[in-house]
């Protein structure tokens, strides 16, 4: 199995139990990614600074993609060619960064949101819907 960078929608359902699985698998395999602005859209979540500090230490051990320049320049060359799709409004800059860092060590992206479908039709880089 290659990398695989899980989207923030993905990591919402990992309490349903497939997608649990899932995620657990890719820890045990050692494939599972995270990007810094997805690992701040999760720590968003944290209910109170306890929490915070226990969810930073679990995404810290994922390895970590990097945000180079040639990563935001896809990420902006993508949001181009949605808009000029008519989506002008579409997937999120947390969406088209993660989507451009995953592409650029070809990792696969789990998500579980419409918007990286709309970047796929785009990008043609391997991604899979995962959990409802």
Not at 9 to 24: C, D, I, K, N, T
Not at 89 to 105: I, K, N, Q, T
Request: proline residues 4%.
């Amino acid at each position: 199995m290659s990398l695989v960078l899980a989207d923030t929608s993905v990591w919402a359902r990992e309490h349903q139990p497939a997608v649990g699985l899932m995620l657990a698998d890719a820890i045990r395999a050692d494939v599972l990614a995270t990007v810094v602005p997805l690992t701040l859209e999760l720590l968003r979540s944290a209910r109170s600074y306890a929490q915070l500090l226990i969810e930073t230490k679990r995404y810290d051990v994922l390895h970590q993609l990097e945000i180079t320049p040639v990563v935001a320049l896809r990420a902006r060359e993508v949001q181009r060619r949605l808009a000029q799709r008519g989506y002008h409004r579409g997937p999120s800059a947390v969406d088209l960064m993660a989507a451009a860092a995953a592409e650029s060590v070809d990792a696969e992206l789990w998500h579980c949101d419409r918007h990286f479908e709309l970047i796929a039709d785009v990008t043609g880089q391997p991604m899979r819907r995962i959990g409802e």
